[in-house]
């Protein structure tokens, strides 16, 4: 519930004022500048993470060493590494198969945002906040909170599909059919059982954060320079 209210809390204080400025122009309440959205996803980030931060150790009962967040190891960050390919591979491979074989084209909010923005400052702002900013709070939210939380009362094989199924939900796409919106999910909850293996091996918390975080700098970069595939 405090996650859920600190995500509404980031959701509403950057968007207010423009909320009010257009509350009878419905189009424009549908339709938000980017700057707004992207000011949305930030925020509701930043909020989840800080809400975390005091949420997790109250929560496990333990302190955040004990939950991983310590300084990676180069072993750490090799296994980091290669998650990161696996990642590419299987997600970015998986889901190429499946629209491709089932002729459903769908993609992610935060591609089509990506690809509005016009000048460099705003791709850069962008990219920070997916690669960094968006990695740590899934990371909290999915590996450190709901996996460790199921993975205590089952095996790992059971927390890791259970918070990968949420974590590919969560990414539910407003204005795409269910089966699009299936078809975007079975990928990355197969991600997400790849980060859940890096932070079962690692036992470090910022482990799962470099490779989502690579992940998703890979992605970024391919639309930098091929925008043709987000669209």
């Known amino acids: 519930m405090a996650m859920l209210v600190a995500w509404l809390i980031g959701n509403v204080a950057p968007s207010i004022q423009w909320v009010f400025a257009h509350m009878t122009d419905r189009y424009a309440l549908l339709h938000p500048p980017a700057g707004v959205v992207l000011s949305v996803l930030g925020f509701s980030d ?3 993470i800080v809400c975390l931060v005091f949420l997790l150790p109250w929560a496990a009962h333990t302190t955040l060493a004990a939950l991983g ?3 990676p190891a180069s072993r750490t960050i090799g296994i980091a590494l290669i998650g990161a390919v696996a990642m590419v591979v299987l997600t970015n491979g998986l889901a190429s198969l499946l629209q491709t074989a089932l002729h459903v084209k769908v993609s992610e909010q935060a591609v089509t945002l990506f690809l509005s923005m016009k000048t460099p400052a705003g791709k850069a702002l962008f990219a920070f906040l997916g690669i960094v900013v968006a990695a740590v709070a899934e990371e909290m939210a999915f590996r450190v909170l709901i996996f460790n939380a199921i993975r205590k009362y089952s095996r790992f094989w059971i927390a890791a599909t259970a918070s990968s199924i949420l974590f590919g939900l969560v990414h539910y796409q407003p204005g795409a059919s269910l089966f699009q919106n299936l078809i975007l999910a079975l990928p990355l909850a197969v991600g997400g059982v790849i980060l859940c293996a890096v932070y079962a091996k690692t036992e470090n918390a910022y482990a799962p954060m470099i490779t989502h975080g690579l992940f998703n700098a890979v ?10 595939l987000g669209k």
């Open 46 to 48: 930043l909020a989840v």
């Open 219 to 228: 992605s970024f970069v391919a639309l930098l320079f091929a925008p043709q």
């Open 69 to 71: 967040f310590r300084a």
